[in-house]
């Protein structure tokens, strides 16, 4: 098999895993509600400084899920590096890199969610209970 068609397949079955999740997503979310904001908002002047804490919450709470998932994504790569390196310490090196890469990026997002629950807590005095909803 040639080097360009085993790049090609390798392409192609990334490419299929990656377009099947982003379809699963939208099936997901079929049955959602479609949420009614017309009592709330600048219209009716409803907005509040805990309205901000709760947006930046949650979109800590996203940028931190869509990081796991690339990290994962990234152990998975480097790994595959790994095996088709054939001993090439250039290949071997590169997949090093690639994984080192993403456990430096996992010690980052912890460190911020840690950060980010030490001032939700300490500060604002709110514990991440799972029966509580709102910030967390």
Request: aromatic residues 14%; without cysteine; proline residues 1%.
């Amino acid at each position: 098999m040639s080097k360009l068609f085993r790049k090609k397949i390798i392409l192609l079955v990334f490419v299929s895993f990656i377009l099947l999740f982003i379809g699963m997503i939208g099936i997901t979310n079929a049955q959602a509600p479609i949420v009614d904001t017309s009592d709330k908002g600048y219209e009716k002047g409803d907005y509040q400084i805990n309205d901000f804490i709760v947006l930046a919450t949650r979109v800590a709470k996203f940028i931190w899920a869509i990081s796991g998932s690339l990290a994962l994504l990234a152990f998975i790569y480097g790994g595959f590096m790994f095996l088709i390196s054939a001993g090439s310490s250039e290949r071997v090196n590169k997949a090093r890199q690639i994984i080192t890469g993403a456990v430096v990026g996992l010690i980052i997002v912890f460190g911020s969610y840690t950060i980010v629950y030490f001032i939700m807590k300490n500060i604002f005095g709110i514990a991440n209970n799972p029966m509580r909803t709102g910030w967390f």
